[in-house]
């Protein structure tokens, strides 16, 4: 699979469920594994901290695990969110607390 297939924009768009489905677990981990190395490189002195939260789909507990097990492998301080609104996921940029 082609993750560039999945660019749509500035984010990620797939087909998470049924047999055409582009936006699997698999996906996910390649996807959050080199956002973390991404993420590390720009951040030498300092351990990133990301905050995933995920919505009501039927899909995300299972995307949102395998997001949060690959950053976390990769040394990221890792926030889960459970299921969170766009609004509440951007509070997570702006607010010091955890």
Avoid: Y
């Avoid at 395998?66 to 996921?89: F, Y």
Wanted: glycine fraction near 8%; charged fraction near 15%.
């Amino acid at each position: 699979m082609h993750l560039s297939s999945l660019q749509n924009g500035s984010d990620i768009r797939g087909v998470a469920m049924g047999p055409q489905a582009n936006l699997t677990a698999k996906a996910v981990d390649s996807i959050s594994r080199a956002f973390a190395l991404w993420l590390i490189d720009r951040t030498p002195h300092t351990i990133p901290r990301v905050a995933v939260g995920m919505d009501a789909r039927l899909t995300g507990p299972a995307l949102k695990k395998a997001c949060i097990a690959a950053l976390a492998d990769c040394g990221l301080s890792v926030i889960d969110c459970g299921m969170a609104s766009t609004p509440a996921m951007f509070m997570t940029t702006v607010s010091e607390q955890t």
